[in-house]
Nanobody
Framework: VQLQASGGGLVQPGGSLTLTCLTS????????IGWFRQAPGKEREGVAC????????VYSDSVKGRFTISSVSAKNTVDLKMNNLKPEDTGVYYC????????????????????WGQGTLVTVSS
């Protein structure tokens, strides 16, 4: 399994950004994909997870209603669409492949993915 995250950048508060996790040698029959972030001086946080095999899509309370995770099978990607961004959304964002049964737990406890993509920096600032 190989994952590659991209799409980070500088955006003003209230703006939008879409992150992309490009997957290879990956199957949704075996893994779910989670998005995680780490802000300076803070613990890593799971913000969203999707599992196509059991139709799971979950979000942390901090991003619910603003972020949307979606998979595009034709492109082998899992996107994280982020709207109404806030300064507290600033951090390095990572995608990770987790066991399917762990997907719901990604947003409520610290889960270590089996595979990581490299991080992409999101900075929300005016």
């Amino acid at each position: 399994v190989q994952l590659q995250a991209s799409g980070g950048g500088l955006v003003q508060p209230g703006g939008s950004l879409t992150l992309t996790c490009l997957t290879s040698e990956f199957s949704f029959d075996e893994y779910a994909i989670g998005w995680f972030r780490q802000a300076p001086g803070k613990e890593r946080e799971g913000v969203a997870c999707t599992s196509k095999s059991d139709n799971v899509e979950v979000y942390s309370d901090s991003v619910k209603g603003r972020f949307t995770i979606s998979s595009v099978s034709a492109k082998n990607t899992v996107d994280l669409k982020m709207n109404n961004l806030k300064p507290e959304d600033t951090g390095v964002y990572y995608c990770g492949a987790v066991a399917i049964w762990l997907c719901r737990l990604v947003v409520v406890r610290r889960i270590n993915p089996d595979y990581w993509g490299q991080g992409t920096l999101v900075t929300v600032s005016s």
